[in-house]
């Protein structure tokens, strides 16, 4: 009876951490919305304005070209196996390079990370779920982020592109009598990163158009591919 009882246990218990594999197998991780494989590339025309009701002009636009694609295996000062993150900024009229740098970039377990200029961010967290929130600076010296997803799996047109499947990471969303923060970023499966804007204004009477004085980043795709 006892040699009886210790096979019904042991089959259990295998059973058991059998269906806790097999479900961990089918759960989406959505890794592949952070364009994370060697020769991906993503540009960008991006657009930075600065406000300033006290200087000439009020509001100064500059444009530039983005691109950013993912390079070989590193080992990060950590010793977790990265990426190189390159990026090339360009004139928008003359394709002049700009700008060059190297980030790195690593899926570690259930993070999407990316170290700009030595500071480690959380862009992801997997699996995406509503109600998964956290802290995009929990690694590094600036005052916390908090982050949650907003739109998981959503079929969306950006401009001229069709993505099949995006998911939508907010940062903030704020507004009172003087203050107008909007903050988000969406990625698309299997591309990466395919759109961000940044507001941080200060307004006048609720109005998010009478600007006083901020800043605004604004990430628009407008090719992607491997090379």
Not at 49 to 77: Q, S
Not at 105 to 118: K, M, S, W
Not at 140 to 145: C, G, H, K, R, V
Not at 198 to 212: C, E, G, H, P, S
């Amino acid at each position: 009876m006892r040699s009886v009882k210790y096979f019904i246990i042991k089959l259990l218990l295998v059973s058991s951490v059998f269906s806790c594999r097999q479900e961990e197998i089918n759960i989406q991780w959505g890794h592949e919305y952070f364009g994370w494989e060697e020769g991906k590339y993503v540009t960008y025309e991006v657009t930075e304005i600065f406000h300033d009701i006290n200087l000439i002009p009020a509001n100064d636009t500059f444009r530039y070209i983005l691109k950013t694609v993912i390079g070989e295996d590193i080992m990060d000062n950590e010793g977790r196996m990265a990426k190189k993150y390159f990026r090339f900024s360009y004139d928008i009229n003359t394709n002049e390079l700009l700008d060059q740098r190297v980030w790195t970039t690593l899926i570690d377990g259930r993070r999407g990370e990316v170290v700009e200029e030595n500071q480690r961010k959380i862009r992801l967290v997997f699996a995406p779920t509503i109600d998964k929130t956290w802290d995009v600076n929990a690694f590094n010296a600036f005052p916390s982020q908090r982050a949650f997803y907003t739109d998981l799996h959503d079929a969306r047109n950006i401009d001229n592109f069709f993505f099949d499947s995006t998911i939508t990471v907010d940062y903030d969303d704020f507004l009172s009598l003087v203050d107008y923060r909007r903050k988000f970023d969406i990625y698309a499966k299997d591309v990466g990163l395919v759109q961000r804007s940044f507001k941080d204004l200060r307004i006048n009477n609720f109005d998010t158009l009478d600007i006083r004085i901020g800043t605004e980043t604004h990430y628009r795709v407008i090719d992607y591919g491997v090379e």
